[in-house]
């Protein structure tokens, strides 16, 4: 079955400071991956997606994410972390039938000055 | 950009009531969504959709149902509401073949 696990609840980081939020994903094939922020009372919004190709994505806000199939892993990084990227961070794999996404349970990010 | 709207943002409903999310998105979607989500338990699947009156259940659809009577519109019905339906219920669309899920701002829905 497919799952997804983001082992960090909650992560506590400086402003400035460089950031990694973990992901791992169970899944038989290759997925798609994405990462989705979600500001407090907002939706989710798209960070980035990895398809295919290059393990190494680059989305908004500054933010990356690096595939490494042999550890099944999508961690997400950025290397200075701003007061608005205070939010929640989740991890999500697609598969192909209808589209569905398995979400983890995400990881609440607090920026402090 | 796509957009996704959701009818209200947040909704106060007695248990034994019936009540209507209604979720609009302008992108042409195909697919369509319907989660919940909880502290500690991130986003489950309730219900989607992949056309036009087609349905398919989620990972939790006890005690909702859905209807999709057109392309751009997707509704979420609890028969009788229940003081556990309390939460955040998100709606989201993807095209076909696209992948990625857009979605919408969240209903806080609180059951009394």
């Known amino acids: 079955a497919q799952s997804v696990t983001q082992p960090d609840i909650h992560i506590t980081v400086s402003e400035g400071a460089s950031l990694e939020l973990r992901c791992n994903y169970s899944?038989?094939?290759?997925?798609?991956l994405f990462w989705y922020v979600q500001s407090p009372g907002q939706g989710l919004q798209l960070l980035l997606k990895?398809?295919?190709?290059?393990?190494l994505v680059q989305g908004i806000k500054g933010f990356e994410a690096e595939f490494k199939r042999s550890q099944s892993s999508f961690n997400l990084r950025k290397p200075s972390v701003q007061w608005s990227d205070d939010a929640d961070y989740f991890c999500?794999?697609?598969?192909?039938?209808?589209?569905?996404?398995?979400f983890g349970t995400g990881t609440s990010l607090t920026v402090i000055p | 950009d796509v957009k996704v709207t959701q009818s209200s943002r947040y909704l106060v409903k007695r248990t034994g009531e019936k009540v209507f999310l209604e979720c609009v998105q302008d992108m042409d979607h195909e697919n369509m969504f319907w989660y919940r989500q909880d502290p500690g338990l991130g986003l489950r699947l309730i219900y989607f959709?992949?056309?036009?009156?087609?349905?398919e259940k989620g990972d939790i659809p006890e005690g909702y149902s859905v209807s999709r009577e057109k392309k751009e519109r997707f509704s979420l019905i609890l028969e009788s509401a229940s003081t556990n339906q309390t939460s955040m219920y998100l709606c989201a669309s993807s095209g076909a073949t696209s992948y990625e899920q857009y979605f919408g701002p969240g209903t806080r829905l609180t059951v009394t």
């Open positions: 959709s992949y056309d036009v009156k087609m349905k």
């Open positions: 999500a794999v697609g598969v192909y039938t209808g589209n569905q996404f398995y």
């Open positions: 990895y398809f295919s190709g290059d393990t």
């Open positions: 899944y038989g094939a290759t997925p798609y």
